[in-house]
T-cell receptor, first 117, second 113 residues
Framework: AQKVTQAQTEISVVEKEDVTLDCVYE???????LFWYKQPPSGELVFLIR??????QNEISGRYSWNFQKSTSSFNFTITASQVVDSAVYFC??????????????FGKGTKLSVKP | EAQVTQNPRYLITVTGKKLTVTCSQN?????MSWYRQDPGLGLRQIYY???????DKGDVPEGYKVSRKEKRNFPLILESPSPNQTSLYFC????????????FGPGTRLTVT
């Protein structure tokens, strides 16, 4: 069965610190997708990134970077020089990629990040 | 503007009173789904639809119904709401079921007393 574990329930940092949010997943599929979503205090879900299981290159987008390691089944998310606006709940999610799959997103329970000024 | 809309955004109701939460997308997406979000549990899929007239259960379908008569709309129906259905509900859509980029609606906060 598929499963996503975000072991960090809450993290608190001071502005400008770097912070890494951990995500560990379980799947028996060889082809799958991994996602990160941000949920700010306003409640909406904001798509951050999608990676497929064949692409292990790390990705950087501004202050955000993602480290995908199949060997450890991890897809960690790092925010460099955190800002107060980064305060949110962050969800990691996993989806199968079988042809015709209904594409259910399996979400982790989320990590609440608080960035203090 | 590409978007998924949900109505109402907030709803307080009583046990047993039927309600419908509407969801509409303007991107001609085939795939739509409903999730509920509960503290400490993350988001869990309720129902999904691969296309018009094609729906199926997700992980937590009990107590819910859906329909997909038009491509753009995917309403969530609670025939007899109960307090354990108090939750934050999200509708989502994507072009296909491979979820290349799944767009989420703004959420509907439902309280059943």
């Amino acid at each position: 069965a598929q499963k996503v574990t975000q072991a960090q329930t809450e993290i608190s940092v001071v502005e400008k610190e770097d912070v890494t949010l951990d995500c560990v997943y379980e799947t028996r599929d060889t082809t799958y997708y991994l996602f990160w979503y941000k949920q700010p205090p306003s409640g909406e879900l904001v798509f951050l990134i999608r990676r497929n299981s064949f692409d292990e290159q790390n990705e950087i987008s501004g202050r955000y970077s993602w480290n995908f390691q199949k060997s450890t089944s991890s897809f960690n998310f790092t925010i460099t020089a955190s800002q107060v606006v980064d305060s949110a709940v962050y969800f990691c999610a996993l989806s199968e990629a079988k042809w015709g799959s209904q594409g259910n997103l399996i979400f982790g329970k989320g990590t609440k990040l608080s960035v203090k000024p | 503007e590409a978007q998924v809309t949900q109505n109402p955004r907030y709803l307080i109701t009583v046990t047993g009173k039927k309600l419908t939460v509407t969801c509409s997308q303007n991107m001609n997406h085939e795939y739509m789904s409903w999730y509920r979000q509960d503290p400490g549990l993350g988001l869990r899929q309720i129902y999904y639809s691969m296309n018009v007239e094609v729906t199926d259960k997700g992980d937590v379908p009990e107590g819910y119904k859906v329909s997909r008569k038009e491509k753009r709309n995917f309403p969530l129906i609670l025939e007899s709401p109960s307090p354990n259905q108090t939750s934050l509900y999200f509708c989502a859509s994507s072009l296909t079921g491979d979820l290349y980029e799944q767009y989420f609606g703004p959420g509907t906060r439902l309280t059943v007393t």
